[in-house]
């Protein structure tokens, strides 16, 4: 049973950086497709950075293009998501995502589409305030 156990969400000034875990067991990563996603209250959830096995790339969106680096480490089996300049606006409960069976995730240099990743982790919260 494959099981994502999130980690490294906070309360962080403006400005400052965050760096949130994503420890898989169940399978390994760094054969699928990963994605780190973000909800903030009454929005739908949004794909952030994605490392795509199907498409051989790693695509950011434009929010955070610049500012957020996905990264796997394969020793670890943990995948990671570095956040630097935060803003208020990326508030947010982060999720992380792997996408191991078909129909495949949609992931375009612009999108990264939900639907189509298999497993979920629970959440951990990121608030950017002073």
């Known amino acids: 049973q494959v099981q994502l156990v999130e980690s490294g969400g906070d309360l962080v000034q403006p400005g400052g950086s965050l760096r949130l875990s994503c420890a898989a067991s169940g399978l390994t990563l760094d054969y699928y497709t990963v994605a780190w996603f973000r909800q903030a209250p009454g929005k739908e959830r949004e794909g952030l950075a994605c490392?795509?096995?199907?498409?051989?790339?790693?695509v950011y969106v434009d929010s955070v293009k610049g500012r957020y680096t996905i990264s796997v480490d394969k020793a670890e089996n943990t995948m990671y998501l570095q956040m630097n300049s935060l803003k208020p606006e990326d508030t947010a409960v982060y999720y992380c995502a792997v996408d191991s069976d078909p129909p495949w995730a949609k992931v375009s240099s612009t999108s990264i589409g939900a639907d189509g990743f298999d497993s979920w982790g629970q959440g951990t919260q990121v608030s950017v305030s002073s």
């Open positions: 490392i795509s096995k199907i498409y051989e790339t790693t």
